[in-house]
């Protein structure tokens, strides 16, 4: 399991917080909250860590903490330098 630090995100709403734990736990592979922390398993399809990298992204979450789910099977489109991503997750 990996554990993924959510603290410090600011809401405009409390409607807004709600999609926030609601759309996390829809991800495949997403497996519980704890406190302000989202735990999910080691290995993510490529769909699951997009979406991961959208929720981080949208709710402006430290990014760099998802570098941890690069592998040799996602490094291409991952760690792409070109994506949208890359400097927030790989600085």
Known sequence: ?????????????????????????????????????LVVRTNLSQASLRDLLALFSRYQIPMTQLAQFRT?????????PQTY?????FG
């Open 1 to 37: 399991m990996i554990y993924l630090d959510c603290s410090d995100v600011h809401f405009a709403s409390q409607l807004d917080e709600k999609h926030l734990f609601k759309w996390a736990m829809e991800i495949p592979g997403v497996l519980r909250w704890e406190q302000d922390t």
């Open 72 to 80: 040799t099977t996602n490094e291409e489109w991952f760690a792409a």
């Open 85 to 89: 991503w890359h400097s927030r997750v």
